[in-house]
């Protein structure tokens, strides 16, 4: 199973550069992991898509629709959000060196893949992916 931010699931989902690798690796897999707030990000990225031009309301209605009914048919796994996962992320990060960079949603993300025991993280966000080793984490590439 591996485990994908909620940027690598949109990309799922839209036609961009690395969409198909993105679709083929999940497809490929023995199931694709997420934290449970990944739901929402997912639906914010259409929503942002469509504040910038690249999708129409009529292509976001319907890239929602599925997403939803992928959620339903459990092609998502989603693992909750605790408050021993808050925690982790919290010490984890008061460890970080003072160049690095994350964001408080990428460092549950990363938490949340490392108490579930992945060894990687599937994501296109660069910062996301530089804090990843901070966290016992391999980055996962598409090629």
Known sequence: MLYFD??????????????EAVRALAENSAGV????????ETELVFS??????????????ALI????????????????VTNELIAAAQETTRR???EA?????DALHLACARRH????IYSNDRRLLDAAPHFGLQRGLLS
């Open 6 to 19: 909620a940027a690598f699931i949109a990309k799922f989902y839209l036609q961009e550069p690395e969409s």
């Open 33 to 40: 992991a997420s934290m449970a707030i990944g739901r929402l």
């Open 48 to 61: 942002r898509k469509l504040r910038e031009g690249a999708l129409t309301a009529a292509a976001q209605t």
């Open 65 to 80: 629709a599925q997403f939803q009914l992928d959620c339903e048919d459990g092609l998502w796994s989603w693992l909750p």
């Open 96 to 98: 970080l060196p003072s």
């Open 101 to 105: 960079f994350v964001r408080s949603l």
């Open 117 to 120: 025991g992945y060894e990687r």
